[in-house]
């Protein structure tokens, strides 16, 4: 990779990916949850590690739709459940029994392969739209290393809570404006939900990371790039400083980011691999019922099924 026609492509394309990207997210549905997914979206399938950001903030605010997601697997990631209201109960097949809490973070870690369940938890009255649960849920794609290892589930109670100058941070992961979490990840990542009250507010980044700035409630103006609710701003690595403005009001952002990471991987479903036949195996052995790799998960919801993947035949 040298000479002169290299360099200069190089170099054009090293300017034109110097910018902030913006790309809408989707709607979807998660166990008859509507969602909106920001990552992956067009064009983009990781921003560092973390590969899947999902939304749960239902636009009809008088009727929203529970949160019950059954018992199902994962392979390859790491879930990070973050509530900005309500209560939920993760179950797991490690035995784990755990109600989540805003300001509170789960992670759990897949590797070979684990499975689970997540309930909403109705406390006071059942119809107060406050009672519902809205978050987000994202997963961390694990790297060759960790990916083929065992499960692990933590809950951590305690996150940091960054003072800045128009607003604070709290850390989920990695460092973000001078507070460190304390979870350990498996690749270089940082998380921090951000809350905006009032004009800007400035945090210097890695630039060696890349980020994703998420607006959850409001539209944003991330340096000078403005974003609704439901897009994500996209930093490319090489930035050292973020600026995040809230128009008018105060808001809340979640800033995602790790170092780039080297892998194609391969999602489908709730697997996360690096080819088709690792995600039909793990396919299989969730149909099957294989308990050796993932164990019966206590919970009143039901099993969810695997659809067949479009390149598996009929058996
Ligand atoms: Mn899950």
Known sequence: MSGPVDDRVESIANLASLRIDVREGRAAEVGGMGIMRVLPTKGRRLIGPWCFVDLMSPEDVANPDPMEVGPHPHIGLSTVTWLFEG????????GSEQVIRPGE???????????????EVRTGSQHAAADYVKGAQMWLAQP???RHGGSSFHHHKDLPIAQMAGGEAQVLAGTFAGATSPIVSDWPVVGAEL????????AGLDPDFEYGVVPIDRRIRVDDVIVEPGSIAIIPTGFEQLRVESEAVAGRVMVIGGKPFPDRVQMWWNFVARTREEITTAWRDWQSHNDDRFAPV????????APRPFWVGDD
């Not at 209560?87 to 490690?94: F, I, P, V």
């Not at 973070?105 to 309930?119: D, F, K, P, R, V």
């Not at 809350?195 to 400035?202: D, I, K, M, P």
């Not at 206590?298 to 099924?305: A, P, T």
């Open 87 to 94: 209560e939920a109960l993760h179950t797991d097949s490690l």
């Open 144 to 146: 060759e290393e960790t």
């Open 105 to 119: 973070l789960n992670l759990m870690t897949a590797g070979h392969g684990i499975a689970h369940a997540e309930l």
């Open 195 to 202: 809350r905006l009250q009032s004009g800007a507010v400035e």
């Open 298 to 305: 206590q919970s009143k919801l039901l099993r969810i099924d």
